[in-house]
């Protein structure tokens, strides 16, 4: 992600506008970020968490922190988030003004009709997020279960899938590191999916193993 370097100031107006004042206070630092610092002269840049944080909050880990506030932002109506030449990109929905001379982005126009529909599903996200715990909650449920089962059988005791995931850094970070860096994030990324995916193929093994013991019960006469 690059940005033109272009003198962009905050007016009273600017401040006044519903898009800024609806969002939740939290994520107001990160949306005067990406007014002066993280998108270009329009408002617009690659939505790239690792890159936004460091524009924003160099030198901290805060790429987590942007994913949220990005979300939050974009329910507020600050922001529109879209997907152009097999990319997703960020526009604001009030750019600060600038001269019209260096206005220009090099980023593709988000669609007019994107904005439109995503004005009028406000609330998505929030709704994605209550969903997400509501199925965390199933989850932890699933994993309580699991664990009274364990505790009362006289197996051995199955191998941590974590002794086996891939690192969480980069090869220079090998045990990760706080501050940002983006093969790192990459390969956090590739060591959570790696997760995932084991133990939903553990989750569905057992399902199979399940169903194969409900189906010999079946079978038995009476």
Sequence with gaps: MSTRS????????DMRWPGYLRAPHDAKPTAVGLWTTATDPLGRCELVPEL???????GQAATDLVVD???????????????EQGSEWIALRRPLRVDARLASSNAPEPPREHSRAFAAVGGAGERARARVRAEGAERAGEW????????????????????????IGCPDHPSGRREDCGPCGTYRRRHDRWLAQERYTQQVTEWEQSQQTEEVWDDEPF
């Design 6 to 13: 272009v003198q962009r100031r905050i007016s009273a107006e």
């Design 52 to 58: 936004i944080a460091a524009a924003i909050y160099p």
């Design 69 to 83: 506030h990005l979300l939050m932002l974009a329910d507020s109506g600050f922001l529109t988030i879209y997907q």
């Design 144 to 167: 309580a279960s699991w664990e009274r089962e364990q505790e009362t059988r006289q197996s051995p005791p199955r191998r941590p899938l974590l002794l086996d995931a891939p690192p």
